[in-house]
């Protein structure tokens, strides 16, 4: 994944899960049922509204971080990709969740949350250890 | 070497997510196979975990409990529990005084002494305050008293606050009693009862007597008041299930509507209608107990989502005690077997042709109450409020709203659940759902009826009448009694009718839709006034007052404000010649002989109903 390619995906998720903030704003304005008297669902989708924007944000430090500490190729190929499912899962994991929810808990999809938060740790984690030389031949191609 | 490292960037940052996901795979399965995540749990015999405990999972349902009455039935007594002021007030009542203030401490006690031996005799209660039952109508007081039971005995106290009234009362005012003599202790002291084998067991959540072969009580509770459990069951084997957060998160995918179908909790929402009124109907529905030795020992033995009936059995006008049998409960019930008592709501709705004798699609409580989101005074469902009460099976199509030709304004519930029902000093509307049929009772004074408690000045048989005329369904009146030629049904009921017919009377009376203009009522209610039960006295003081205030007269205000329905005959005297002053004559003072043949009937219908 190019660098430009991480930067315009991690614009689509800010704008997608900002999206969904309109849309909670709306059912919160229709007084819609299912959304007002429903607080597990309530909290999860504000979790996935919430996390997905900031968390598309956080891609966007990521690309911008990747090119500035030269981060080598290999690396920030997966990195990328990493990073931007590791947002998405986050996001769609809470939102999901909570659509789909039992009497106390959010639902199965609620699991995609502690994947996603994995990818995006070991990506940060490696974006901050990972130097313009280190396990990449002298020269090569930065990302 | 290039390959060799971009596997290890691969590993770094996508390994831990995929070792996460093949672990959850894995969990996921092993708690979807796993019978002890979703099959059948022993119930019987779980420890009670206490509303704290389920407030931690179920915030919504702990905070909408929280704001019942259910909740504040029975409490301990200190801080916002206590209703009463204990601050000095005294009660002077059937030749004792009661005073309830505060120890050092600021611990609230009573102390009861009789009011002739000058200040001097032994007093005859003297007890610090323990706990408080109710908070909606009226609080009734706790105190540690040994009374030969040992030192576990518990008595209810003899005086009560009124939180309507803003007063204290004697507990001889709140059941259907004569009064008794002055002076008399055991009179006073008819309703000092042991709180260990009575109140506690549908006041409090799970409790247990622990009556011992010797008299002693060692009772405890799974929790004070009417708590989650109380409806739901003790819960540690629910607590225990759902530890797993795997459990949880797959309800929804496992169970569908896993609330309903989680057989490690009783949830009355997922019952069907007649097993989940059986959970109300354990305290909503007076019964007798298969083994009474049972429940003074160890509780009621039901265990909310199993069968009411097997342990104990609903009390109807009928029902039989002892060998020989024999049917002491007749007076607790109108002559059709309807019960005229409250806490016999359960067999209301039981005797309802809406209930359909419990087969599915019944209706049960739920269908109008709930315990969560609803309104605290009765726990009225929103969404079941007037007329929708009965709008989920009669819809307008079939039955118009007003097609008993009153305009909308008359809900359902004024004909179909009429206030015939005495409870907590006050009338109240019956669980026995039926339609008004004043024909079938003209010529009777044993029962009153939907439409005379609206039209207070019309007889039975005008109301007959007036049903044909509108076209709707009722029996043909017999023929009339003598009186109700010459006395409305309301009228007859209060100079005439039991105890309970005259508090519902004046109830009636009470009510601003009620026909007659107010100082008319008054004038009828004036000899309610003089009534030798002190429950009709309150009755009938409320309504005037509530009379009174529709009048906009404050003469009249406060003269009835003056009155003290348990102060000394003298001085109630003195509040009934005044209101005589200002409303006139009462309805049959121009006829005394009418007046003495309702008084005679009253005095033989003297009726002793107390818990």
């Known amino acids: 994944m190019t660098a430009e390619r991480h930067i315009r995906a991690s614009l689509a998720l800010v704008a997608a899960f900002l999206a969904t903030g309109l849309w909670l704003e709306a059912m919160y304005g229709l007084r819609a049922e299912g959304w007002i008297d429903d607080a597990i669902r309530r909290e999860f989708l504000r979790l996935g509204h919430s996390h997905g924007a900031l968390l598309g944000l956080l891609n966007l430090g990521l690309a911008w971080a990747l090119e500035r500490l030269q981060t080598p190729a290999a690396w920030a190929r997966r990195i990328r990709p990493a990073a931007l499912t590791g947002a998405l899962s986050v996001g769609l994991g809470f939102i999901a969740g909570g659509l789909w929810h039992g009497p106390t808990d959010p639902g199965p999809p609620i699991l995609l949350v502690p994947l996603g938060a994995l990818l995006l740790l070991t990506s940060t984690v490696a974006l901050a250890l990972v130097r313009p030389g280190d396990l990449a031949p002298p020269g090569s191609e930065q990302g | ?611």
């Open chain 2, 1 to 611: 070497m290039a390959a060799g490292r971009a596997d290890l960037a691969f590993v770094w940052l996508f390994g831990p997510a995929i070792v996460f996901a093949l672990v959850a795979l894995v969990a996921v399965a092993w708690t979807i196979a796993d019978d002890d995540a979703w099959g059948p749990v022993e119930r019987r015999g779980a420890a009670v975990v206490q509303s704290a405990t389920c407030a931690r999972c179920h915030p919504d349902e702990h905070a909408s409990w929280r704001r019942t009455y259910h909740r504040t039935m029975t409490q301990e007594a200190r801080g916002d529990a206590l209703l009463a002021p204990f601050a000095g007030e005294r009660l002077d009542y059937l030749g004792f005084e009661a005073t309830m203030d505060r120890d050092d401490e600021g611990r609230p006690r009573i102390r009861i002494v009789e009011r002739s031996g000058g200040g001097e005799a032994a007093p005859i209660v003297d007890a610090r305050v323990v706990m408080t039952v109710g908070s909606h109508r009226y609080q009734q007081y706790l105190a540690a008293i040994d009374r030969g039971g040992g030192a576990g005995e518990i008595w209810r106290l003899p005086v009560a606050w009124h939180v309507g009234e803003g007063r204290w009362i004697h507990l001889n005012g709140a059941f259907l009693e004569p009064e008794g003599t002055i002076g008399a202790a055991d009179d006073y002291l008819r309703h000092l009862s042991r709180w260990n084998d009575n109140c506690v067991l549908c006041h409090n959540t799970e409790p247990r007597p622990g009556a011992r072969a010797d008299g002693r009580f060692e009772t405890a509770l799974g929790e004070i008041g009417i708590a989650c459990e109380a409806c739901h069951g003790p819960a540690e084997a629910h607590i225990e299930r759902h530890r797993s957060p795997l459990r949880r998160v797959l309800a929804a995918a496992i169970e569908g509507r896993a609330h309903a179908a989680d057989p490690s909790i009783a949830a009355p929402s997922g019952l069907t209608g007649a097993r989940a009124s059986e959970v109300c109907g354990r305290c909503h529905g007076n019964r007798i107990a298969r083994d009474l030795g049972a429940v003074l020992r160890d509780g009621d033995g039901f265990l909310p989502g199993e069968e009411l009936a097997a342990v104990s059995r609903p009390i109807f006008a009928d029902s039989t005690l002892g060998d020989p049998p024999e049917a002491p409960f007749g007076e607790r019930f109108w002559p059709d077997g309807t019960p005229r008592l409250s806490a016999y709501e359960y067999q209301g709705l039981l005797l309802s042709p809406c209930h359909q004798g419990g087969a599915e699609g019944g209706l049960g409580c739920g269908d109008c109450h709930s315990m969560h989101r609803a309104d605290p005074a009765m726990q009225v469902r929103e969404d079941r409020r007037g007329a929708a009460a009965c709008r989920g099976c009669h819809d307008e199509a079939a039955i118009p709203a007003g097609h008993g030709g009153h305009g909308e304004s008359v809900t359902c519930l004024e004909c179909h659940m009429p206030r015939i029902t005495y409870g907590l000093v006050q009338g109240m509307i019956t669980h026995r759902i039926a339609s008004p049929d004043p024909g079938a009772l003209v010529g009777r004074d044993d029962q009153p009826d939907a439409c005379t408690l609206c039209h207070v000045d019309r007889s039975r048989a005008w109301a007959a009448a007036a049903m044909a005329g509108l076209g709707l369904r009722g029996s043909a009146p017999g023929p009339e009694r003598e009186a109700e030629a010459w006395g409305s049904r309301t009228m007859l009921d209060l100079l005439g009718g039991d105890p309970i017919q005259r508090v519902l009377a004046a109830d009636a009376l009470a009510r601003p839709r009620a026909t007659m203009e107010p100082r008319s009522r008054i004038a009828w209610l004036v000899g309610a006034l003089e009534d030798e039960y002190p429950a009709v006295r309150l009755a009938a003081t409320r309504a005037i007052r509530e009379n009174a205030r529709q009048s906009g007269d404050r003469a009249l205000q406060e003269a009835i404000a003056a009155f003290d329905f348990l102060g000394p005959v003298d001085a109630r005297l003195v509040v009934v010649d005044r209101l005589r002053e200002l409303v006139g004559p009462g309805p049959l003072d121009a006829h005394p002989e009418r007046l003495e043949a309702l008084a005679a009937a009253q005095e033989r219908q003297l009726i002793w109903i107390g818990e």
